[in-house]
């Protein structure tokens, strides 16, 4: 149980193009998901948490008009990264709470999607 | 300054070996939670312990926390060429999972 989606695995785009990034919980409902980055071998920075019909909550220094989150379901979460430059290439992963089961500290991630913008 | 530092950034050892990392934080917590990231991929749970616990044991894996020393520390007995990783620890100072702070991270290597 407690499985996340992610969607796609990896993306190569042009700079300028908008790139969308779905996370899903596959066998749980997740009011709240959380968006993280990680640059090569270093630790995951929390971006953002996307709460379900509401809006996201942004880190300081995120910028929310760079990366729109949307929470439309239960079981699904998207951050699309807009007007990607190279800059932005990174590995984002997304991950989710299971409120009904286990720990409800725990959250479950993703397996990550991999943005190399050109 | 940071939450959540793991120490050693890197080990190296031999098949059937112990290894130890370890995570200090500077301010208190909730609880605090190992994670595993093979290379490329997401996370997966390790183990959680709460701040009123000081010891827990899953398998292999034995993690320890002074919350005077603010301190952590992960130990994989008998380790196997399987087992090469990067783990976290992450720090949540709130409820519910909703503050995550990870640390840089460790990574082992363990050689056959």
């Known amino acids: 149980g407690a499985v996340v989606s992610q969607h796609p695995s990896r993306v190569i785009c042009k700079s300028g193009t908008s790139v969308k990034i779905e996370c899903r919980s596959l066998?749980?409902?997740?009011?709240?998901m959380f968006w993280y980055r990680q640059f090569p071998k270093k630790s995951l920075m929390l971006m953002a948490t996307?709460?379900?019909?509401?809006?996201?909550?942004?880190e300081q220094g995120v910028e929310k008009d760079k990366f729109l989150i949307n929470h439309a379901s239960l079981t699904l979460s998207t951050l699309t990264v807009t007007s990607a430059h190279p800059e932005d290439s990174s590995f984002y992963i997304c991950?989710?709470?299971?409120?009904?089961?286990?720990?409800?500290?725990?959250?479950?991630f993703g397996p990550g999607t991999r943005l190399l913008v050109l | 300054s940071q939450q959540g530092e793991e120490d050693p950034q890197a080990l190296s050892i031999q098949e059937g070996e112990n290894a130890t990392m370890n995570c200090s934080y500077k301010?208190?917590?909730?609880?605090l939670q190992w994670y595993r990231q093979n290379s490329g991929r997401g996370l997966v749970h390790l183990i959680l312990i709460r701040s009123n616990e000081r010891e827990k044991h899953s398998g292999r894996l034995r993690v320890t926390l002074d919350t005077s020393k603010k301190s952590s520390s992960l130990l994989i007995t008998a380790s196997r060429a399987a087992d090469t990783a990067s783990y976290f620890c992450?720090?949540?100072?709130?409820?519910?999972?909703?503050?995550?702070?990870f640390g840089p991270g460790t990574r082992l290597s363990v050689l056959p």
């Open positions: 301010t208190s917590i909730n609880n």
């Open positions: 992450a720090t949540d100072k709130g409820n519910y999972g909703q503050n995550f702070v």
């Open positions: 996307s709460n379900e019909g509401s809006k996201a909550t942004y």
């Open positions: 991950s989710a709470r299971d409120q009904l089961r286990g720990a409800q500290e725990t959250q479950y």
């Open positions: 066998d749980f409902q997740a009011t709240t």
